[in-house]
């Protein structure tokens, strides 16, 4: 009887990790590209790089993003239940037009995420952008499990900026992230 104790432990203790294996086994990782291009609104009344003395806050409007996760469910032989986590791997800005532009007009940015059925959050920002640059490359808070943002058809990105200088009219931003996507079927 001990024996049979002792043998069913012991199988336990052995199972158990090699389960877990292979479920990592099993894990599809995936990182999902989006991109999205923008203008910068103008301000009327006011000259292209005037400075703007002690700066302002201004939130872009929120941007639609559809996540195309319905696809990625269906190539990947998934589920929505079965998605682990969602996570920001990283965002770029870039400065397309007008040619001569940079990002001196903005001393910082953040970017916020939400959903139809999910509050705004945090996910990337910058601050102390470098002078005479055309592209900025997000610090981006992986920690925050985007799941449910991602499952819904659309996402909104939104931008905040504190902007010290008028930029030129036209200027045109092109967004570019990269979603890192954790499924497991064996959830």
């Known amino acids: 009887m001990k024996k049979l104790i002792l043998l069913s432990a012991l199988a336990v203790f052995c199972i158990l990790p090699a389960c877990s294996k292979l479920k990592k086994l099993v894990d599809i990782n995936v ?5 999205q291009e923008m203008q910068v609104p103008a301000v009327p009344g006011y000259t292209e790089g005037m400075p703007l003395p002690m700066g302002v806050t201004i939130p872009f409007p929120a941007i639609p993003v559809a996540t195309n996760s319905k696809e990625f469910i269906s190539t990947h032989n998934t589920a929505a239940n079965m998605i682990v986590d969602v996570n920001l ?3 770029t800005f870039q400065i397309t037009a007008p040619a001569t532009q940079n990002f001196d007009f903005m001393d910082t940015v953040q970017l916020y995420i939400s959903s139809k059925t999910q509050p705004e959050v945090l996910v990337a920002y910058k601050y102390g ?6 592209t900025i490359d997000f610090y981006t808070i992986t920690a925050v499990n985007l799941k449910n943002y ?12 504190h902007v010290n200088a008028i930029p030129a009219n036209g200027t045109n931003l092109k967004l570019s992230s990269v979603l890192h996507v954790l499924a497991n079927p064996l959830n």
């Open 31 to 35: 990182d999902l590209p989006f991109s």
């Open 89 to 91: 791997k990283s965002l």
């Open 129 to 134: 952008i470098p002078k005479s640059t055309q």
């Open 150 to 161: 991602f499952v819904e058809d659309t996402m909104y990105f939104r931008i905040s900026s």
